[in-house]
T-cell receptor, first 114, second 111 residues
Framework: DGGITQSPKYLFRKEGQNVTLSCEQN?????MYWYRQDPGQGLRLIYY???????QKGDIAEGYSVSREKKESFPLTVTSAQKNPTAFYLC?????????????FGPGTRLTVL | QKEVEQDPGPLSVPEGAIVSLNCTYS??????FMWYRQYSRKGPELLMY????GNKEDGRFTAQVDKSSKYISLFIRDSQPSDSATYLC???????????FGKGTLLTVNP
């Protein structure tokens, strides 16, 4: 059953803690993306990776870090430097070998800072 | 002016109605246009994907793109309560470029 999985579904963090959100895909997609969604704000791009061992900052990368050691995995770390981390985090992937393909999303992780 | 404008609603219609959802944009370089459906507390699901201007139909859904007016639409015929969700428009300059999203329109279809 192919798709994108994100874990955990809900995550609670105390202020000052780093947390890592998992994103795994078995679609054999090269490109992967992290977005943040806030009420009334739409989706904003945090980081993206077009290929293993390479990634670029998106529009709101401050306070976040990523790694892309495997094609299937693109974990996102929310650091203590992120001032307002409470949000819904969405991972997406894309087959960038197809010129007409677009991004497909995982189920999301809801992060709440206590 | 924001790159993509989308009326957040909320939009409430009776079951069976025709629904029209719209986005306007300012960047004439956008070539690829998408509509995603997002149920509450879930990830967005791709509904329609079109390139350049024209219409695309898939079942009860029709996507229209008018590049001359920088305006895209999604029509839902015979709307069902299961269509109740937030609808997000998205667009990009090219297939390897980032997506720019509208803020989403919340639709409720009442039985």
């Amino acid at each position: 059953d192919g798709g994108i999985t994100q874990s955990p579904k809900y995550l609670f963090r105390k202020e000052g803690q780093n947390v890592t959100l998992s994103c795994e895909q078995n679609l054999n997609h090269d490109a992967m993306y992290w977005y943040r969604q806030d009420p009334g704000q739409g989706l904003r791009l945090i980081y993206y990776s077009q290929i293993v061992n390479d990634f670029q900052k998106g529009d709101i990368a401050e306070g976040y870090s990523v790694s892309r050691e495997k094609k299937e995995s693109f974990p996102l770390t929310v650091t203590s430097a992120q001032k307002n981390p409470t949000a819904f985090y969405l991972c997406a992937s894309r087959n960038n070998r197809l010129s007409t393909d677009t991004q497909y999303f995982g189920p999301g992780t809801r992060l709440t800072v206590l | 002016q924001k790159e993509v404008e989308q009326d957040p609603g909320p939009l409430s219609v009776p079951e069976g109605a025709i629904v029209s959802l719209n986005c306007t944009y300012s960047n004439s370089a956008f070539q690829y246009f998408m509509w995603y459906r997002q149920y509450s507390r879930k990830g967005p699901e791709l509904l329609m994907y079109t390139y350049s201007s024209g219409n695309k139909e898939d079942g009860r859904f029709t996507a229209q793109v008018d590049k001359s007016s920088k305006y895209i639409s999604l029509f839902i015929r015979d709307s069902q309560p299961s269509d109740s969700a937030t609808y997000l428009c998205a667009m990009s300059r090219g297939s390897n470029y980032k997506l720019t999203f509208g803020k989403g329109t919340l639709l409720t279809v009442n039985p």
